[in-house]
């Protein structure tokens, strides 16, 4: 058996996404799959030391990371005219906004990215995605950046959303989707390798796809207290037929994301973009 280790975020969209490996639905032939589940940033970070196989980053991160991981095909989350909000416990307009310190769910996250391209004057803080909310209704912080479940939860929580990062970025790009995560393999497993489990990646999303129900089941776990129908909408904004494949809009959208954040002096250049298949 080879081990390969398959890190990703413990949310209802990635459980989703990895159902078919994390049940062995599918030949892997040799390759035993280890899962690891952590938050999106300390993937980031783990990815600078190599750490998994296979590991969700954000695209953001991947300016980074382009020497040791090639990016694949399959696995994207990218906002279709949706994405992170920035919201507030009240109305603020941009200025009131500049005001504050509005919290982030990591710093190389593609939500703080997408939110320095929308306002690059904003002071940002770090916190983990899950304490934004509480910590907005609580009046802690005055306002914050949530993605994952919390963008379909923040209203329930009594907040108000100032700009939808996804909506903005496709008013700027003539309707291209936001690119937010992606998933990388590492590049000294050697070509071979890396085509194979581009190759398995995308048969897990297409399973999963074509499974629906048991899938969302599977996902379920990991929901964070979501009820089916709410969960379910929240998988298919992030997996779709653009995680079996970027496509050609999806490829170009994480091309002009990642060219605009070096124009603006937010990333050092503009990192080697594979998009790997098998």
């Known amino acids: 058996m080879t081990l390969i280790r398959v890190a990703h ?15 062995r639905l599918i030949d892997t032939g040799e390759l035993e799959f280890e899962h690891v589940l952590r938050d999106i940033e300390t993937l980031n970070q783990a990815a600078f030391e190599g750490r998994y196989e296979i590991t969700a980053v954000s695209i953001h991160a991947y300016a980074y990371l382009d020497e040791r991981y090639a990016l694949l095909s399959s696995g994207a989350s990218m906002g279709e005219g949706y994405g992170p909000l920035v919201v507030a416990r009240r109305p603020l307009d941009e200025a009131e906004l500049a005001g504050v310190e509005v919290a982030v769910p990591g710093a190389l996250t593609s939500a703080a990215l997408a939110l320095r391209l929308w306002n690059p004057a904003l002071r940002t803080v770090v916190r983990p ?13 005055a306002a914050g950046v949530v993605i994952h479940e919390g963008q379909l939860t923040w209203r329930e929580e009594g907040l108000h959303a100032l700009v939808d990062l996804g909506v903005w970025w496709g008013e700027q790009t003539g ?29 897990a999303v297409e399973y999963a796809l074509a499974n629906r129900e048991a899938a969302l089941d599977h996902s379920l776990r990991y929901a964070r207290g979501l009820d089916r ?38 990333i050092p250049r503009v990192p080697r973009l594979d998009f790997v298949a098998g």
């Not at 995605?129 to 912080?141: H, K, M, N, Q, Y």
């Not at 936001?178 to 489990?197: H, Q």
């Not at 709410?230 to 091309?255: L, P």
Request: aromatic share 8%; proline share 4%.
């Open 9 to 23: 975020s413990p949310d209802s969209d990635d459980a989703f996404m990895f159902y078919a490996l994390a049940e």
């Open 129 to 141: 995605f899950d304490e934004i909310v509480p910590a907005v209704v609580s009046g802690e912080l």
């Open 175 to 203: 309707g291209l989707p936001l690119p937010l995560g992606g998933n990388v393999v590492r590049r000294d497993l050697g070509d071979e390798m890396v085509r194979r489990l581009a190759r398995l990646l995308r048969q």
């Open 229 to 266: 129908a709410t969960a379910d909408r929240f998988v298919g904004m992030y997996v779709n037929q653009r995680t079996v494949d970027y496509g050609e809009r999806g490829r170009q959208a994480v091309r002009l994301f990642l060219e605009r954040a070096h124009q603006a002096g937010l």
